[in-house]
């Protein structure tokens, strides 16, 4: 059974820091590995998809990377900004016997807070 | 196009109301997915449809019903609600997973906050 694992929980940094954020699974295995943010009461925006054949994905500040043999995906930030306060959550599908669709496992997400 | 709707942004029932949740797709994805989501945890999958047929039920009390007109539209009927059923209900979409291989995404839309009294 695929079980995904986030570190930390939280995280506190001022303003214009870097910062990475950990994911970790136990089947390597994978299709690939999905990373999305959720502001507050809102939905899921999928920030980067790292396919397993990749070892790096890149969007504007962002930067994931993924090491399937030690079971690890990082999700660096740049320069951080209070905009970039919210939680973030790592997925990883799992293909149900074959079938059309994939059932997600998520991490239990790290919430990050940018202070001025 | 990649977005995915979803209405109302808020619903408030009480416990003997009939209700209902709407999501919407127009990326020709043909696998649609309802979720409940708890404050401080990750989303948990509740029913997959795949081609218009619920292929997944997560052991969701019957109290939920769910149903897929056509390939666009996924509805949530709600019907005599628990006040622990109140909670953020996202929906998703993706492409087949065996056509999509490692490019295989899923698609969330923004939620229904649902309170329940």
């Known amino acids: 059974k695929q079980e995904v694992t986030q570190i930390p929980a939280a995280l506190s940094v001022p303003e214009g820091e870097n910062l990475v954020l950990n994911c970790s699974f136990t089947d390597s295995a994978i299709y690939n590995l999905q990373w999305f943010r959720q502001d507050p009461g809102k939905g899921l925006t999928s920030l980067l998809l790292?396919?397993?054949?990749?070892r790096e994905q890149t969007s504007g500040r962002l930067n994931a990377s993924l090491d399937k043999s030690s079971g690890r995906s990082t999700l660096y930030i740049a320069a951080s900004q209070p905009g970039d306060s919210a939680t973030y959550l790592c997925?990883?599908?799992?293909?149900?016997?074959?079938?059309?669709?994939?059932?997600?496992?998520f991490g239990q997400g790290t919430i990050l807070t940018v202070h001025p | 196009d990649t977005e995915v709707t979803q209405t109302p942004k808020h619903l408030v029932m009480g416990m003997t109301n009939k209700k209902s949740l709407k999501c919407e797709q127009h990326?020709?994805?043909?696998?649609m997915y309802w979720y409940k989501q708890k404050a401080k945890k990750p989303p948990e999958l509740m029913f997959v449809y795949s081609y218009e047929k619920l292929s997944i039920n997560e052991s969701v009390p019957s109290r939920f019903s769910p149903e897929c007109p056509n390939s666009s539209l996924l509805n949530l009927h709600l019907h005599a609600l628990q006040p622990e059923d109140s909670a953020l209900y996202l929906c998703a979409s993706s492409q087949p997973m065996r056509l999509a291989g490692r490019k295989y995404e899923q698609y969330f839309g923004p939620g229904t906050r649902l309170t329940v009294t």
């Open positions: 990326m020709g994805h043909r696998a």
């Open positions: 790292i396919q397993s054949s990749q």
């Open positions: 997925a990883v599908p799992l293909n149900a016997g074959g079938t059309s669709y994939g059932k997600l496992t």
